[in-house]
């Protein structure tokens, strides 16, 4: 299973009536063809599926995308960050990461905010960009 980088920015809230490109989550994950996370897959290659949390004005977080015994997705910060709090996707287990979609997480200030999907590739080419000096996006 390939292992995509996907892109999650603030949608639109009472706070950003437009959105915010620069606050989101950027991930690695193995995705099935309909889009969904492959449970089989991440525990092959789970040392891969890593998050950077990004948001104005805070400083960046850097973790990895764990799978709980509630059969539920989070995001933890083991890497550079709080790792006693964890961030918790809704339904993570159901929803679709294509391009367009909307998915929610509960943020480390216990708010459920919702994001959405901005753009799913490869991560080989998402790292490439990354090396390149492009801007991940």
Known sequence: MKLMS????????????????????????????????????????????NVWRFWEGEADEY?????????????HYDIKGDPDVDESGYRFDSHRFVEGEYVSLREQDDVMR????????SAGQAQLAKQGGAAAS
């Open 6 to 49: 996907i892109r999650l920015e603030l949608a639109r809230d009472h706070d950003f009536p437009n959105g915010s490109p620069s606050r989101g989550y950027e991930f690695v994950a193995p995705l099935d063809v309909e889009g969904h996370i492959d449970v089989e897959a991440w525990r092959k290659q789970r040392k891969h599926c």
């Open 114 to 121: 919702t994001f959405q999907v901005v753009s799913v590739r």
């Open 63 to 75: 973790g990895h995308l764990i799978h709980t015994r509630g059969r539920s997705w989070a995001f």
